[in-house]
């Protein structure tokens, strides 16, 4: 049973989704289950993946690891997601910009997930 927030992603096509709302089926696409992906919260590679999060005086900076992330054709951050107070905000990014984005949010608690197409999702809280 998928539960509301996680992600999956189809390991024929790339199809990625996120569950808004938890249901009892499961989830497939292009004939096969989807694959529930794991957030990963510490950085074996040499780039580094972890959000880094940034208080500002307008909300939240996001920034892609304590080194820039690259953002090459073949091997960028495709989103970035924050969660504050259980509301979700996301910015899509494309090769050649900054690996961060700005929240203009106040919030409590947050939490920030980031996307690489290459090495997959990742979390800090």
Known sequence: MAKQLEIYKCEVCGNIVEVLHAGDGDLVC???NMKLMTENTSDGAKEKHVPVIEKTDKGYLVKVGSAPHPMEEKHYI???ELIADGKTYRAF?????APEATFCVEAAS???REYCN???LWKKD
């Open 110 to 112: 947050v939490t920030a």
């Open 118 to 120: 290459i090495h997959g």
């Open 78 to 80: 495709e989103w970035i």
């Open 93 to 97: 990014l494309k090769p050649g910009q």
């Open 30 to 32: 292009c004939g096969q």
